[in-house]
């Protein structure tokens, strides 16, 4: 690239600073939000990575190419789709508002098109990662896509975060030649200067990990410097400062500038750089490779060139690049004064009439900005997946089974579909035949890039790894579950294929990936999670193996549907109709994606259940009737009153439960029933779906003023206004709210403490779970009225 080219990158990188800090500027001292509560941004954060993104928008990046922007970048970010022409000018003073830009990237919320969402360090970075590994799926399965890179632009703080290197180690995410990861190296945090430079520790981690490593340390002025005599001891010099001593430098001029660098300096450096003006010194010593945009071009292009391997690059860069905060040890939420506001805007020849305008469209640099929006321009993205999934697979329970070997059964049978069983994909972390993906991988294989030869024979377990496998493999990490799910989930967008992703874990170990499901969520990902076994039904596993508060996890995140059944042809019904909805969404672009049209978390169980009372209740309503309830949250179990029918005039009782608690919830209503008191079971499959329709119902008449309706699900399930017991194998208030939902006084049941080792009875016994508590739960409610 010759000089004139980088002239005119210069000047548009010049006008992205501008935009990011005045952008910023404007959300902190034009709009007022009359709350008192500062609106914050991060000029010096968004400013160390002007070059890089400018670097990359405007000359490196293809069309089909995805990027990460670490999150306190994201007015650079907008800064750039703004000259590009892909946002409107109304969004540039409206950061952080109701509408506006958000605090940080958003693939559902922001206005622009964001590829990855960021915000919760470490996942932005490692998503990328996982899209890619996604690709190498996907180009397997499906033909080859258009190549695309995926590109991650990280703060070098972020690598505190244990799951980039868990992400970095994982055998699944090797050999990816199309990642490039560019680290924002500027040796801060957000608290303080960092003391030490860790790039040797970071890069041998990535070397180790079998990554290419590229450092792009100085620009040219010090590497022309460098090449004088004696320019060896001044790199030798500037290489042994201290990273404190060398940051204040950023805040000096002339003679200070001057005393400061040489303060400790070997003999002979003072003369090398006598001949050097003091107003020359500062620019000179402080000239680092991650604003030199011929050096970072070179250094993407050196990545471009190896194509077996991840790559890294860390560019060495000043936080708060171009301000008068550049380097200040606490600049991280600093904000410029209205005057140095005033004083940048001058420099860019631009007035209060003109600040927000985009490039003279006829200048050299406005004619940079229309070719690279054309270049850059990219086609919708088709999000339905074009297939019909089942209603059900049917599965065949004659005798007492769990939801987990269910699961297992209703994955296989699907796989054999010609239409859907090709578009499954599931994952684990190394827990995959301990969660019942055991059939399912005998009959697709396990996913590998290149065929690799088994050594030995396993007659229940058929381990074939190919690029035909349909299993992805994980180590022994839960956020890596929940970033490749989320990934799998995305595939429709980032790699132009829809998929049906699946994946298991330990129950009690999702809350270990719960950052990494939320991120997934949050970006509207799509796909389905089994968390199995559960609870302390798991019993002699002990307390560290006993999920007690997933169910409320289920519950409480948006974007997720939490379900929990307890038969085989309920769970069959629930789970094709997740892959229905996951199939069937229609939307080419990515907007706030309703919870129906998210994620999917089955909380299953490996206790073997009488099939009989569902048979039952299948019989008495009828399979259309009973398969809408189910689907809609809950239904009658067990109706008292036709049961009992000398019960018509007793007092009567709710009992609601979810999933392997039922035998224990119907033997109580067999005791209750011998006590004259009539007790329906309500079998609630999914506490997420009833408690939306119930808040939906309040919300309106909340905000008409007007008296809330009964949702149809509660109506159907709970039709007796009567005291309700709530029986759970999870944290006792997950299903509380029943009580308000159906207006009556209400008893929970659950569990409240840790667990421990035992039989399931005794822990039942323990945490008040078997038919007399229940009983006893059941006669206290009635005096509650």
Same mark, same amino acid.
């Given at each position: 690239?010759?000089?004139?080219?980088?002239?005119?990158?210069?000047?548009?990188?010049?006008?992205?600073?501008?935009?990011?800090?005045?952008?910023?500027?404007?959300?902190?001292?034009?709009?007022? /939000?009359?709350?008192?509560?500062?609106?914050?941004?991060?000029?010096?954060?968004?400013?160390?990575?002007?070059?890089?993104?400018?670097?990359?928008?405007?000359?490196?990046?293809?069309?089909?190419?995805?990027?990460?922007?670490?999150?306190?970048?994201?007015?650079?970010?907008?800064?750039?789709?703004?000259?590009?022409?892909? #946002?409107?000018?109304?969004?540039?003073?409206?950061?952080?508002?109701?509408?506006?830009?958000?605090?940080?990237?958003?693939? %559902?919320?922001?206005?622009?098109?964001?590829?990855?969402?960021?915000?919760?360090?470490?996942?932005?970075?490692?998503?990328?990662?996982?899209?890619?590994?996604?690709?190498?799926?996907?180009?397997?399965?499906?033909?080859?896509?258009?190549?695309?890179?995926?590109?991650?632009?990280?703060?070098?703080?972020?690598?505190?975060?244990?799951?980039?290197?868990?992400?970095?180690?994982?055998?699944?995410?090797?050999?990816?030649?199309?990642?490039?990861?560019?680290?924002?190296?500027?040796?801060?945090?957000?608290?303080?200067?960092?003391?030490?430079?860790?790039?040797?520790?970071?890069?041998?981690?990535?070397?180790?990990?079998?990554?290419?490593?590229?450092?792009?340390?100085?620009?040219?002025?010090?590497?022309?410097?460098?090449?004088?005599?004696?320019?060896?001891?001044?790199?030798?010099?500037?290489?042994?400062?201290?990273?404190?001593?060398?940051?204040?430098?950023?805040?000096?001029?002339?003679?200070?500038?001057?005393?400061?660098?040489?303060?400790?300096?070997?003999?002979?450096?003072?003369? #090398?750089?006598?001949?050097?003006?003091?107003?020359?010194?500062?620019?000179?010593?402080?000239?680092?490779?991650?604003?030199?945009?011929?050096?970072?071009?070179?250094?993407?292009?050196?990545?471009?060139?190896?194509?077996?391997?991840?790559?890294?690059?860390?560019?060495?860069?000043?936080?708060?690049?171009?301000?008068?905060?550049?380097?200040?040890?606490?600049?991280?939420?600093?904000?410029?004064?209205?005057?140095?506001?005033?004083?940048?805007? +001058?420099?860019?020849?631009?007035?209060?009439?003109?600040?927000?305008?985009? #490039?003279?469209?006829?200048?050299?640099?406005?004619?940079?900005?229309?070719?690279?929006?054309?270049?850059?321009?990219?086609?919708?993205?088709?999000?339905?997946?074009?297939?019909?999934?089942?209603?059900? %697979?049917?599965?065949?329970?004659?005798?007492?089974?769990?939801?987990?070997?269910?699961?297992?059964?209703?994955?296989?049978?699907?796989?054999?579909?010609?239409?859907?069983?090709?578009?499954?994909?599931?994952?684990?972390?190394?827990?995959?035949?301990?969660?019942?993906?055991?059939?399912?991988?005998?009959?697709?294989?396990?996913?590998?890039?290149?065929?690799?030869?088994?050594?030995?024979?396993?007659?229940?377990?058929?381990?074939?790894?190919?690029?035909?496998?349909?299993?992805?493999?994980?180590?022994?990490?839960?956020?890596?579950?929940?970033?490749?799910?989320?990934?799998?989930?995305?595939?429709?967008?980032?790699?132009?294929?829809?998929?049906?992703?699946?994946?298991?874990?330990?129950?009690?170990?999702?809350?270990?990936?719960?950052?990494?499901?939320?991120?997934?969520?949050?970006?509207? +990902?799509?796909?389905?999670?089994?968390?199995?076994?559960?609870?302390?039904?798991?019993?002699?596993?002990?307390?560290?193996?006993?999920?007690?508060?997933? +169910?409320?996890?289920?519950?409480?995140?948006?974007?997720?549907?939490?379900?929990?059944?307890?038969?085989?042809?309920?769970?069959?019904?629930?789970?094709?109709?997740?892959?229905?909805?996951?199939?069937?969404?229609?939307?080419? %672009?990515?907007?706030?994606?309703?919870?129906?049209?998210?994620?999917?978390?089955?909380?299953?169980?490996?206790?073997?259940?009488?099939?009989?009372?569902?048979?039952? +209740?299948?019989?008495?309503?009828?399979?259309?009737?009973?398969?809408?309830?189910?689907?809609?949250?809950?239904?009658?179990?067990?109706?008292?009153?036709?049961?009992?029918?000398?019960?018509?005039?007793?007092?009567?009782?709710?009992?609601?439960?979810?999933?392997?608690?039922?035998?224990?919830?119907?033997?109580?209503?067999?005791?209750?029933?011998?006590?004259?008191?009539?007790?329906?079971?309500?079998?609630?499959?999914?506490?997420?779906?009833?408690?939306? /329709?119930?808040?939906?119902?309040?919300?309106?008449?909340?905000?008409?003023?007007?008296?809330?309706?009964?949702?149809?699900?509660?109506?159907?399930?709970?039709?007796?206004?009567?005291?309700?017991?709530?029986?759970?194998?999870?944290?006792?208030?997950?299903?509380?709210?029943?009580?308000?939902?159906?207006?009556?006084?209400?008893?929970?049941?659950?569990?409240?403490?840790?667990?421990?080792?035992?039989?399931?009875?005794?822990?039942?016994?323990?945490?008040?779970?078997?038919?007399?508590?229940?009983?006893?739960?059941?006669?206290?409610?009635?005096?509650?009225?």
């Amino acid at each position: 690239m010759d000089e004139h080219d980088l002239d005119v990158l210069d000047e548009i990188q010049r006008r992205v600073l501008w935009l990011a800090t005045r952008i910023v500027d404007a959300a902190n001292h034009d709009r007022g /939000a009359g709350d008192g509560v500062k609106v914050g941004g991060h000029q010096a954060s968004s400013a160390s990575l002007v070059t890089a993104m400018t670097a990359l928008w405007f000359v490196h990046l293809d069309a089909e190419d995805r990027v990460a922007v670490k999150p306190h970048a994201s007015p650079v970010f907008h800064g750039i789709q703004y000259l590009l022409g892909n #946002l409107d000018r109304s969004y540039l003073p409206r950061l952080r508002a109701r509408g506006g830009l958000q605090s940080y990237p958003s693939r %559902t919320k922001d206005p622009d098109e964001v590829d990855f969402s960021t915000g919760s360090v470490g996942l932005g970075a490692a998503a990328p990662l996982f899209a890619a590994v996604t690709r190498r799926y996907v180009d397997a399965h499906f033909g080859a896509r258009p190549h695309s890179r995926f590109v991650a632009l990280i703060g070098d703080a972020e690598l505190d975060e244990g799951n980039i290197w868990e992400a970095v180690a994982d055998p699944a995410t090797t050999g990816l030649g199309n990642v490039m990861w560019v680290v924002d190296f500027n040796r801060q945090s957000l608290d303080r200067v960092v003391p030490g430079v860790r790039i040797d520790q970071w890069r041998g981690q990535f070397e180790a990990a079998g990554w290419h490593v590229v450092e792009v340390k100085y620009g040219r002025r010090l590497a022309e410097a460098y090449d004088r005599p004696g320019g060896a001891a001044l790199r030798d010099w500037i290489d042994a400062m201290p990273n404190e001593q060398y940051q204040s430098l950023f805040g000096l001029t002339g003679p200070a500038l001057r005393k400061q660098f040489l303060d400790g300096a070997p003999e002979g450096i003072a003369a #090398l750089i006598a001949d050097v003006a003091d107003a020359d010194l500062g620019p000179l010593v402080t000239d680092l490779g991650g604003h030199d945009l011929a050096a970072l071009l070179d250094a993407y292009a050196q990545c471009d060139a190896v194509t077996d391997r991840p790559s890294v690059v860390f560019a060495y860069t000043v936080k708060g690049w171009g301000l008068p905060i550049a380097g200040n040890p606490r600049n991280h939420s600093a904000l410029l004064t209205g005057e140095q506001v005033d004083a940048l805007r +001058a420099a860019q020849g631009l007035t209060r009439d003109t600040e927000w305008d985009r #490039l003279d469209p006829a200048s050299p640099a406005g004619i940079r900005a229309g070719q690279r929006r054309e270049a850059l321009s990219r086609a919708p993205r088709e999000r339905a997946l074009g297939v019909a999934v089942p209603q059900a %697979t049917n599965v065949r329970a004659n005798k007492p089974i769990s939801t987990q070997e269910v699961f297992g059964r209703v994955l296989v049978d699907l796989a054999r579909d010609p239409q859907v069983g090709r578009y499954l994909v599931t994952t684990a972390p190394d827990v995959a035949t301990s969660t019942n993906l055991a059939g399912f991988i005998n009959k697709t294989g396990v996913f590998a890039p290149t065929a690799q030869r088994s050594w030995s024979e396993d007659r229940m377990l058929r381990w074939t790894e190919s690029p035909e496998g349909q299993h992805i493999e994980l180590g022994i990490s839960e956020m890596n579950l929940f970033l490749l799910l989320g990934q799998l989930g995305l595939a429709w967008d980032l790699s132009g294929q829809p998929l049906l992703p699946v994946g298991t874990v330990y129950d009690p170990f999702v809350l270990r990936g719960l950052d990494a499901f939320l991120y997934g969520t949050y970006s509207g +990902a799509r796909f389905v999670v089994a968390g199995t076994p559960s609870g302390v039904t798991l019993a002699p596993e002990g307390g560290a193996h006993q999920s007690t508060i997933t +169910a409320s996890v289920g519950l409480e995140l948006p974007g997720v549907t939490f379900v929990e059944p307890a038969y085989a042809a309920s769970l069959d019904w629930l789970l094709c109709d997740a892959f229905g909805h996951i199939a069937g969404a229609d939307r080419a %672009t990515p907007t706030a994606v309703p919870a129906e049209d998210g994620a999917y978390y089955f909380r299953l169980s490996t206790r073997p259940v009488d099939q009989a009372p569902f048979e039952a +209740a299948r019989v008495r309503l009828g399979d259309a009737v009973l398969r809408r309830q189910v689907l809609a949250g809950a239904y009658r179990l067990v109706d008292a009153h036709q049961a009992y029918p000398h019960l018509a005039e007793a007092p009567t009782v709710q009992l609601a439960a979810s999933g392997a608690v039922l035998p224990e919830v119907l033997a109580a209503a067999a005791e209750l029933a011998d006590e004259g008191v009539a007790a329906h079971v309500v079998d609630v499959t999914s506490l997420d779906r009833l408690y939306r /329709a119930w808040q939906r119902t309040l919300r309106q008449g909340v905000r008409t003023a007007t008296v809330p309706s009964v949702p149809g699900a509660l109506r159907s399930a709970f039709a007796d206004r009567v005291p309700v017991v709530t029986v759970h194998d999870a944290a006792s208030h997950a299903m509380a709210w029943l009580g308000s939902a159906v207006a009556a006084p209400a008893v929970p049941l659950g569990v409240d403490e840790f667990g421990q080792s035992g039989s399931v009875h005794d822990l039942y016994d323990l945490h008040d779970l078997l038919p007399g508590s229940i009983v006893n739960a059941a006669l206290a409610a009635l005096s509650l009225r």
